[in-house]
């Protein structure tokens, strides 16, 4: 017999050691205990499973191992089970000591006497899921600066808007434009305006609490989220921010760089679009009355 012929002939269970992931039985009792009754191939996540364990009671095992990600997955069994859908999910398995491995998860449900039974497979895809955050981290970062840009700073707000009407929480936002930024790029060359700007977005990160979000809305125009804080106490910390930004060097010197900040606390049930344009409007009101100031109003 030919070699070709040879592996064509190789058999199911020779090959199924070589599957870049695992095929698997899964049985699930009524009374919730659970085990694999079946789980063979390959990949890394496997070799580091206890499948003796896994084939007796895999419940345990399997909650110390998917974590925060216990609960959803029995949910999509539950639904699998009750509406006889597959049972399609994905979750991370963590290991002490390891890299978590992201697993994707495909399997077919089968009512059986006592419970339900499902046969499937599940696939590493931890190299796509890094891929896919890494995609995720370029749509929402700023290339210059490496802060939020505005579609994350937008996400966030909305987020946080939602939080401060439901619990009646204050949320204020600040909006910091640098001044005469035009000219300091006509009179120290645009590389050493790019500096300023990457190194006033680690300053005022620096200067805020990791619940903040301060991001780039575009241009030389800053926005920083307070979580928690009311337009008084956002006024403190714009002026803080304010005179700590005036008195450092940037690189070309102290005072170079000098800040107008504006001002809003949230009004539940505005728009966001109608609370940035109020900071904005604010900020366009210390413009207007000399720069390098703090303003609440217009
Ligand atoms: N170096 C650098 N400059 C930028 C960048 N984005 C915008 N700018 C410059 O920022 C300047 C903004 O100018 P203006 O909008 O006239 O505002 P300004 O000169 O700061 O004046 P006021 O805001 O009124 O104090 C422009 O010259 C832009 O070219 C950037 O990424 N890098």
Redesign the pocket.
Known sequence: MSADKDAMTTSANDLVLDLPGVIFQFHRRQDGHMHFSYLEGGGRALATLDRRQLAIDAGGLLEQLTGEHYPSIMAALERSERWQIPLATRFRLTFPDASPYWIAISAKPTLTDGGCLWRGMMVDISDQVAEEQRLRKLCDTDP?TGLPNRRKLMMYLTHQASLSARHATPLAIMML???????F?DRWG?LQ??QV?RRLAKHTQRSFRCEDMVARLG??EFVVVLPLTTLDQSVALADRLRHSVASCDFGTGQGEVTLSIGLAEYRAGETLERFIDRADQALYGA?GTG?DRVSTTP
Do not use: S
């Open positions: 210059l434009d640098i001044d005469h930024f035009k000219q790029n645009h305006g790019d700007l241009g030389e413009k720069r």
